[in-house]
């Protein structure tokens, strides 16, 4: 079975959208509910709606994605309102919440209000969008990464997560790892896109996207190595009662085992699901359990965290 537990949530499915993926809408928010997954994550919401950034501004590449979104969304509010109509015909069933702020000092006004709702589930505090003009991505500043979420647990007393960038040097794992450990963290979500790739189009020598001069996030195969890397690093330096959502570059059941073998709880997909649509879930989900009969395994407790190094 696939069934797998995050914190004190349980799931049917190991697999869930990564936000940005079929999660903007009511009706998208819906379809996820009726398809395999074990859970869903709105698109990242922020204080106020917002029409993000021109298009063309997501593209499908050979291995892959690119985007430069801008946190296209109907506003927090919108998406509070679906949790919580959400969870009164599907109890038992926990969902996420995404929220980013614009600014640092959004962060604890987005917290305040989840917090006064009547949301009952999981709250993804995205500090890694790499796509606002002008907006570094919060999670490569640590002493803002910190002052967030001394700011954001002042108030909130949810399940909480936080969702990060790729990290490229075992430092940087440490030093952030030391961090998240300091704060009463449910889990992180590892990993956002990689930040500002670039695709150029060899017949007419142009970029794929309009937004940022066509500089983009990456996701999908491009992304693989990357994400089982961070989901390994960051498994071996934080708290044992912080989960692991593993995103990236998940496109076969066996990256997702791979993903599990180093660490996570749940499984999240992006650019597969944004290319393939929601079948992704179920052919997935047969590759999984393929995979784990071959391995001789009948549970995902039995091989999370189980890599072998030489
Ligand atoms: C957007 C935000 C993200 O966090 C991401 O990984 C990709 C795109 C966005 O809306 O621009």
Redesign the pocket.
């Given at each position: 079975s696939l069934t797998t537990t995050l914190g004190d949530y349980a799931f049917q499915n190991v697999f869930m959208n990564a936000s940005?993926v079929h999660c903007q809408t009511e009706a998208e928010l819906d379809q996820l509910a009726a398809s395999p997954a074990g859970t869903l994550v709105t698109k990242?919401g922020t204080l106020e709606a917002r029409a993000?950034n021109p298009e063309p501004r997501f593209a499908q590449l050979a291995l892959g994605t690119i985007?430069?979104?801008?946190?296209?969304n109907l506003g927090i509010d919108y998406y509070i309102a679906y949790a919580e109509r959400f969870q009164e015909k599907h109890p038992g069933r926990p969902i996420f919440l995404s929220v980013a702020g614009m600014k640092p000092d959004d962060f604890p006004l987005l917290a305040q209000k989840i917090q006064d709702s009547g949301f009952t589930g999981l709250t993804e505090f995205?500090l890694?969008?790499?796509?606002v003009p002008g907006k570094p991505q919060i999670a490569y500043d640590f002493d803002t990464t910190e002052a967030i979420l001394a700011a954001i647990f002042k108030v909130f007393k949810k399940p909480a997560g936080v969702k990060l960038p790729p990290y490229f040097d075992l430092a940087q794992f440490d030093q952030v790892a030391a961090i998240l450990n300091r704060y009463p963290l449910t889990l992180i979500n590892s990993i956002?896109?990689l930040g500002n790739g670039l695709w150029i189009d060899p017949a007419t020598d142009t970029t794929a996207i309009k937004p940022k001069g066509g500089f983009g996030?990456i996701g999908g195969q491009y992304a693989k190595p990357i994400a089982l890397a961070n989901v390994r690093a960051f498994r071996q330096r934080l708290r044992g009662d912080i989960s692991i959502i593993g995103t990236g570059g998940v496109t076969t059941g066996r990256d997702a085992y791979e993903l599990i073998l180093c660490g996570a709880n749940l499984v999240s997909l992006g650019s597969i699901l944004a290319t393939e649509g929601l079948g992704a879930f179920t052919r997935l989900s047969s590759e999984l359990e393929s995979e784990m009969a071959k391995k001789g395994y009948t549970s995902l407790a039995e091989f999370r965290g189980q890599l072998k190094t030489l």
């Open positions: 940005g990242t993000g985007n430069s979104m801008g946190l296209p995205n890694s969008c790499p796509n956002n896109s996030g």
